[in-house]
């Protein structure tokens, strides 16, 4: 059994006594205010909005935490960030951050990471120009595609797909260029790549004003979700871009990635609580600027797969299921 299955086996099963103990002298509410750090993601992008309505909502909560955003290039940098000590808090996507649990892809050896809650699921975008010859991902074959920014967990995704595709190597792969959201946007608009990948929230603002400006095709992605999940695990799932968003006449099968919130393993876990308090009273102003519909419920929070939970994240879970 791995700690993440045991910590969650302690969440769902530890009766009211265990909570009350576990709770106990936890208050927060007196002492200095602890600062921590949020790495987020690059100016514009969700992982940052959500970091400034986390920090604007504890700042509002009156408790004993400060949250300061710190400005990132996302997921696998947020990671080395939170391993290397430099923040105590950091968003993730799933898929990287088992990687830096388990010590495998870009990381060298099992990172200090645990988790606070999966926040919300991204949904993975492949664009191209609606009247181009792309329609699917095996016509990107020699072709420039924005595939995120270095150190983005776009960028592994995105090599993902393109390795399930048969486009990672060989004779004719696709040409991987390592841009963030806006140039990405701007390429793509200029014709200086034929595709671009995203992982967001829906509809991701840039996007949608993508869309409103160039005809665009988003290409399906559900048919790799179980060659994904064979080889990398079940932080994979199939999810759908709705009819309606970015103009989309019918939904779009895709690739849905896990977000989580994460913590150092030794910031104390009377803090955890106290923000993750924070996390479940103010969800929906946390996620409106990031993707539309989502909701946030302790069952679905629990699920970080091969990362454990942070102690702190434990005592919290424990006192909402008693």
């Not at 968003?91 to 606070?116: K, S």
């Not at 509809?203 to 990398?232: C, I, K, M, N, W």
């Not at 609580?273 to 409106?288: A, G, I, K, N, P």
């Amino acid at each position: 059994m791995t700690s993440a299955e045991v910590s969650r086996r302690r969440v769902m099963g530890a009766g009211l006594g265990a909570a009350a103990a576990a709770l106990a002298g936890c208050s927060g509410d007196s002492g200095p205010v602890r600062r921590l750090r949020l790495a987020t993601g690059p100016e514009g992008g969700p992982y940052n909005a959500f970091g400034k309505a986390l920090a604007e909502a504890v700042a509002a909560s009156g408790r004993r935490l400060e949250i300061v955003p710190v400005s990132t290039s996302a997921s696998v940098n947020n990671l080395r960030k939170l391993d290397d000590g430099s923040v105590e808090l950091a968003l993730a996507m799933a898929d990287a951050a088992e990687d830096a649990v388990l010590g495998r892809g870009p990381f060298g050896r099992p990172a200090a990471v645990t988790a606070l809650a999966r926040v919300y699921v991204n949904y993975t975008h492949l664009l191209v120009p609606a009247g181009g010859p792309v329609r699917s991902v095996q016509d990107l074959a020699g072709r420039p595609v924005a595939a995120g920014a270095t150190g983005s967990g776009v960028q592994v995704v995105s090599g993902r797909v393109l390795r399930a595709a048969g486009l990672g190597d060989g004779s004719a792969p696709a040409r991987e260029l390592q841009l963030g959201l806006a140039a990405s946007a701007a390429a793509l608009r200029e014709g200086a790549v034929d595709a671009l990948f995203w992982s967001g929230g829906v509809p991701t603002p840039v996007l949608a004003g993508l869309a409103r400006e160039l005809p665009l095709r988003f290409l399906p992605l559900d048919g790799y979700v179980g060659a994904l999940r064979q080889s990398h695990g079940p932080v994979y799932a199939t999810v759908t871009l709705p009819a309606g968003v970015y103009g989309l006449v019918e939904p779009v099968g895709t690739i849905g990635v896990g977000n989580y919130l994460l913590a150092r393993d030794d910031v104390p876990r009377h803090a955890m609580r106290e923000l993750l308090q924070v996390v479940f009273e103010r969800w929906s102003d946390l996620l409106r600027e990031v993707t539309a519909g989502a909701r946030l419920e302790p069952r679905f929070a629990i699920s970080t797969g091969a990362v454990p939970l942070h102690p702190g994240a434990v005592a919290y879970y424990r006192s909402v299921y008693g």
